[in-house]
């Protein structure tokens, strides 16, 4: 059985998990899942709020089940749904069996087995590896009444679904909900949550997440890499790059066999590390060498 005994046991089954936190980060993990409080966690994008939810899935051994908000959402698309070809074919045998019976047919049409369960409904259900990890991701994308419909579902750990009743949850799911911020959410739904805002981390815990998450990196590159990263967050960007962008770049130069960077190798990389044609113009031509001289320097204590 994993140990989530003490804030130092749950930052080291992180960490067996490629995920590293600061002490802040790792106490407000062990508190959601000692006291079985929801945890929200804002920041910007890529700096590692799913993962968390990945991590603790995977350190823990439970179900990750994981809703994706998007502009639109509402509860039933949420909860669950009813497989209306299925019931359509159900009715179309009945009809030609001669079962006409309206009452035997609708209990028939409407029970668990033309139920499509959805990821809340999903999260209510019992699961032999204990309590699932309910993973509800950039919150901020949905409106005001889905929140309202969330507050009311993370109070009590129930759902209902008229043609069945309500469905509790024997052991509340480990909730993690995440937002990106290009909202606010209402703070009748935050205070039923620990908060956290996981910001950008610094030079040392990046470098330790690399050695984590890319460690056939050498550590010449990963310092060059982490150096130019930090200080292009300091640019007048459109949109930063987070951790997972840091990454995916030390994983692209080490598939080019890069040994250490210049400015071509940044020119022809870019892609990696930002997203939008902007921001990749504003590092043509003399910027990307500025930028990487001032990172080299970073790392020469002698300047």
Known sequence: MTDISSIDAVQTM???????????????????????RPLFLEGEAGVGKTEIAKALAAGLDRKLIRLQCYEGLDASSAVYEWNFPAQMVAIRTAEAAGDTSRKALTTELFSDEFLIERPLLE??????RGAPILLIDELDRTDAPFEAFLLEALSDFQVTIPELGTIKAPEPPIVILTSNRTREVHDALKRRCLYHWVDYPDFDREMEILRARAPEAS??????????????????LFKKPGVAETIDWAKCLLALDVITLSPQVIADTLGAILKYQDDIAKLHGSEAKRILDQAKASLDPAK
């Open 14 to 36: 992180l960490e067996s998990q490629g995920y590293i936190c600061g002490r802040a980060l790792g106490t407000v993990v062990f508190l959601s899942l000692k006291l079985g």
């Open 123 to 128: 999260a209510m259900r019992p699961d032999e």
């Open 219 to 236: 550590e010449a590159l990963s310092r060059e890499v982490v150096a130019f990263v930090q200080q292009l967050r300091t640019e007048d």
